[in-house]
């Protein structure tokens, strides 16, 4: 379903572009995690002159950033319907690339069900297959290694 028709719903004050977004929060996020914020804004590709005029930053605002217990960060996440180019097109996979490239830091893609979430991490070279997990009590640099 696409992000901008789906029903938005408020949580804690938060919120939510979505259900799905709402679920994964009150299953995986609240009470769980040290800190969290929701829909931060990161510059992926800076404002650039041109001639005499400017070409915008490019941004991309992941659902959630997860912070561990010293304000680390330990996810980024975006919520998904899947991983198929239906459900992610390929804007929106470039936003990944870019981010990764920039703050060298993986975007986690993420399919929630109501106990478990499936997670994958795209465009690695050799593929990386989704993980079902019950919890983010793991860490995304050990998946993929480093």
Sequence with gaps: MDKHFAQKITIDEIRFDSK???MFYQHFVKGKVARFTYHPKFVIDEQFRL???KVKAKTYVPD???YDEEDNW???IDIKTGFSFKAIDSGTRDKFRLFEKFYNFPVEIVVPSTKTFRVKILGLVGG???IRMSSL???VRDLIGG
Excluded: K, T
């Design 20 to 22: 799905r977004e709402a």
């Design 74 to 76: 330990d996810h980024v």
């Design 128 to 130: 990386f297959d989704d």
């Design 137 to 139: 009590d793991y860490s």
């Design 51 to 53: 001639g005499g005029r």
């Design 64 to 66: 959630f950033l997860i």
